[in-house]
């Protein structure tokens, strides 16, 4: 087993609004080691964004509230931490690329000088320094002609140069934790295979570990080592990426791979898919007993009633289901 | 160009198609540009196939779309729907038309109207095009909504109460409303999550057995397009560089920007260890296209010829088409 940089045992982040209490994520445990890629998958509203923005201690407050749990950073707990601690850590240890890039770069300031920012502020360095620094980055993550987009504004910049540039900003204080929010959902393909392979060839050069959040398992197959599947705030099923691709044990896994076109597989051709049945429920309205049992196909009795814990099915495969007790 | 032996009806043919937007900046600046949206295309699709349209952002798919359906007037070209010449209609005979041809939008959140029940909605277009009188038109509904999987109950609710699957689903009733032959799909299932996204999938492809239905079908997921797909066209900065039948196109592409497209959409299998050809730089503005072949500024195999001159779409193998100076060309 390599080192544990990044533990997260029972995360409880809930919002409370004027219609009762979102669970967004509900008692989630991961972890993650020194230079790996975890993927986490997952449809929308099941909480992988929340439980990024609680990595990064980034849930705003009111409505949000991290209720319990830890997130140990090389066995520092985030939570317990004043928020100036934090500061320290955001950027220089862990850092953040967004799914929009027009939306969480600054419209007003040069690409350079947000860049910079994090060199002024984590390493000190003066704006001419910081400067060139930039201008490093830049060309590390591909930008043809640097010294001069370094003086570019964000919109004058395309989807996968903005993103290129977000990428500059999360690497360059060398952190050891990148969490990477649907980096390429807004990408076309071309270049979302562009992005993918600099968000590798930087794992490998610095040794950063990556937490890859995204709803494309495809993306998932080429990029993690190991994958948490969540749904409705909590993880349901936990593996390394072979395993889980080859021998997926929980339903709602199963049902996503079989819902997914697969060129790969020519006996599947023509087809109809195997589609989960229902709409991901709403965090107000969740079923009881097991968050999964009103669509899932493998349901019992018990499952309308009890929830599930996280039973180790396999050595290092965790499964969220009664099946496997 | 249609595939196998049986002897397939044209529905619809489209020939040397071209949108050109001029560029225009304040109240009487002369033109600063031509956008060049569609660049010459031709396609036919036969009667109950689907074709499949892929490219990136900007290729000018959509735009293609609408020009067939005649919501943007093409600058140049032909459009034939069953023997008809569709730009040449006068305005009756094209509402009739219309009726025929529909569309299913991508984003189910801005395509309905807030204002109106599902009920409303789906009845809009009977009521548009004068169809029956009222009990026959709610009748109607009722068939609608039954055969896009929803119930009668929630006919009288407002499009903020669905999901986006089931937004999607009103989208594709109020497009079946007038029992069209051929309905163009822009990235119907592209704003949903994945296990809806088969739900919506599935429910095209009943629906095209069921009613017989043809679609062209704009995307650009290569793996949806593969799967709902007999043939399937590629297209980039308006002009489309390779259209063959699907298991083809997948297993010998030619066109370096297919072959490109395909190593580049990323495949859920980790057994799978693919090499990747990662294009460089991003697609070309359409306002200022390169010389010669569109894609030369980014083809990992370019001879100079491709810098200067345009190559043409040839039939290099029978129904396989290729823009490209590596394959035929005279």
Redesign the interface.
């Known amino acids: 087993m390599k080192n544990e940089l990044l533990r997260i045992d029972g995360l409880k982040t809930y919002f409370y609004t004027n219609f009762g209490t979102a669970k967004a994520v509900d008692g989630l445990s991961l972890t993650v080691n020194q230079g790996n890629v975890l993927g986490i998958v997952g449809?929308?509203g099941c909480g992988k964004s929340v439980t990024a923005l609680s990595i990064m201690r980034l849930v705003k407050s009111p409505p949000g509230r991290i209720e319990t749990g830890k997130i140990l950073l090389e066995g520092q707990d985030l939570l317990k931490m004043p928020i100036s601690e934090v500061r320290k850590i955001r950027g220089q240890m862990i850092s953040m690329i967004f799914q929009e890039p027009m939306t969480s770069l600054n419209p007003v300031f040069k690409v350079g000088d947000q860049i910079s920012e994090s060199f002024k502020l984590h390493q000190g360095l003066s704006k001419r320094e910081a400067l060139n620094r930039s201008i490093e980055m830049l060309k590390i993550v591909g930008i043809p002609a640097p010294e001069k987009r370094v003086n570019d504004y964000p919109h004058q910049l395309?989807g996968?140069?903005r993103q290129r540039v977000m990428i500059a900003m999360a690497v360059s204080c060398r952190p050891k934790l990148m969490i990477a929010d649907e980096p390429t959902t807004a990408l076309?393909?071309?270049?979302?295979?562009?992005i993918?392979?600099i968000m590798l060839k930087l794992k490998e050069e610095i040794g950063t570990a990556i937490i890859l959040i995204t709803?494309?398992?495809?993306?998932?197959?080429?990029m993690a080592q190991s994958v948490a599947v969540m749904y409705a705030g909590k993880t349901m099923e936990y593996a390394d990426?072979?395993e889980l691709?080859?021998n997926p044990q929980h339903p709602y896994t199963c049902?996503?791979?079989k819902?997914?076109?697969?060129?790969?597989l020519r006996e599947q051709?023509g087809k109809?898919?195997?589609?989960?049945?229902g709409?991901?429920p709403g965090l107000m309205n969740l079923p009881r007993g097991c968050r999964f049992s009103d669509r899932c196909n493998r349901v019992c009795e018990r499952c309308h009633t009890e929830e599930p814990s996280l039973f180790e099915v396999a050595p290092g495969h965790y499964c969220r289901c009664w099946l496997y007790v | 160009m249609t595939e196998g032996s049986v002897a397939v009806v044209d529905l619809l043919e489209v020939e040397n198609l071209k949108k050109y937007y001029p560029i225009k900046r304040g109240a009487f600046a002369r033109s600063r540009g031509i956008v060049k949206a569609v660049d010459g295309v031709s396609l036919t699709i036969a009667e109950r196939e689907t074709l499949g349209l892929v490219g990136e952002s900007g290729c000018g798919k959509s735009t293609l779309g609408r020009l067939i359906l005649r919501l943007e007037e093409p600058t140049e070209g032909t459009i034939t729907y069953d023997g008809q010449n569709v730009l040449g209609l006068e305005k009756g005979k094209l509402r009739r038309l219309k009726e025929e041809m529909q569309i299913i939008f991508q984003d189910p959140y801005s395509s309905l109207n807030p204002r109106y029940t599902v009920s409303q909605l789906i009845r809009e277009p009977l009521i548009i095009h004068k169809k029956g009188d009222s009990p026959s038109q709610k009748k109607r509904v009722l068939e609608l909504i039954k055969e896009v999987g929803l119930k009668e109950e929630q006919l009288r609710r407002y499009p903020h109460e669905f999901s986006g699957g089931q937004r999607q689903r009103i989208g594709i009733a109020r497009a079946l409303a007038l029992n069209p032959k051929l309905i163009i799909c822009d990235e119907p299932v592209s704003a949903l999550d994945v296990s809806i996204q088969a739900q919506v999938i599935n429910l095209l492809q009943e629906l095209q057995k069921k009613l017989g239905l043809t679609y062209l079908f704009i995307s650009h997921d290569l793996s949806v397009v593969e799967h709902l797909c007999a043939r399937i066209a590629v297209m980039y900065l308006g002009r489309i560089v390779e259209l063959s039948a699907t298991r083809i196109l997948y297993d010998q592409a030619m066109h370096p920007y297919t072959t490109a497209l395909l190593a580049a959409s990323p495949i859920p299998n980790p057994n799978l260890k693919r090499t990747r050809i990662v294009l460089q730089g991003d697609v070309p503005s359409p306002i200022n296209p390169p010389t010669g072949c569109h894609f030369h500024t980014r083809c990992p195999e370019v001879y100079d010829q491709c810098r200067e001159e345009t190559p043409v779409l040839e039939e290099v193998a029978p129904g396989h088409w290729v823009r490209c100076f590596r394959y035929g060309q005279g």
């Open positions: 449809e929308s395309s996968g140069m076309d393909v071309t270049i979302q295979a562009q993918l392979d709803h494309n398992l495809g993306v998932i197959a080429e990426i072979l691709f080859n049902g996503l791979l819902s997914i076109p697969r060129p790969d051709r109809p898919l195997d589609a989960i049945p709409v991901v």
